[in-house]
Structures are given as structure tokens and as C-alpha cells.
């Protein structure tokens, strides 16, 4: 945001898919693969699932950094929503099978 660009051609890719992943969602389970599949059809269609597929990658990266410095004693912790479903993890995570991969996706979602 500091640089008013497309980290990782992130906004581009979902700007192209954007379309199927709707569809997708709403429509019945046996027909999903032949609506992501047809996508494969338009132009740069490939090129943008790999980038999608490296905002996992990023989530998976900003959770792991921010909870290893939360680990260490002296970080004072921050009031936002990551550290609440870290904070449920670690309170009740187990009896609620609330695990770090929820976090994850959660932060994917953001992404």
C-alpha cells in the first residue's frame, strides 16, 4: 500500500478470476470443476491461480512471523483481530478445535 502497486499481482489475478470464483461458489458441487476448469480457457487465467495460490504462502508466513515475535516475553501484544484468534488458541483452542491453521485462513482471507 506504501507503493500504490500490485504486491504479487494479487489484485490483477483476482480481478480475472473474480468471475468463476463466484460461480463457483454458488453453484452445486458436481459442476464446480467444469466451471474452474473452463477458466482455464481465458488468456493469463493459469498465471493468476499461481498468484492467488502465493497469498496461502504469504498468510502462512505472516502468521508464523507474528506469533514467533508474540512468543517472546518483552512483545507487548496488539488489539486487532490476529491476536484475538491467537488468543482464543491459546485460552481454548483445543476444547473448540480452534487450531493455528484457523488463523491462517483467516489471515488469507484478509489477504
Not at 500490485?6 to 480481478?15: E, F, M, Q, V, Y
Request: charged share 20%; with cysteine.
Amino acid at each position: 500500500m506504501e507503493n500504490s502497486h500490485d504486491h504479487g499481482n494479487w489484485i490483477h489475478s483476482l480481478d480475472l478470476l473474480m468471475p468463476f470464483l463466484c460461480m463457483t461458489s454458488v453453484a452445486p458441487s458436481y459442476v464446480r470443476p467444469l466451471i474452474l476448469s473452463s477458466a482455464l480457457a481465458v488468456p493469463g487465467s493459469l498465471k493468476a491461480l499461481k498468484a492467488v495460490d502465493t497469498i496461502g504462502t504469504a498468510s502462512r508466513e505472516v502468521v508464523a512471523k507474528r506469533f514467533d515475535v508474540s512468543s517472546n516475553p518483552d512483545h507487548e501484544p496488539r488489539a486487532d483481530v490476529l491476536q484475538q484468534l491467537y488468543d482464543i488458541y491459546v485460552e481454548k483452542g483445543f476444547k473448540v478445535d480452534f487450531n493455528m491453521g484457523d488463523i491462517e485462513q483467516e489471515a488469507y482471507v484478509a489477504l
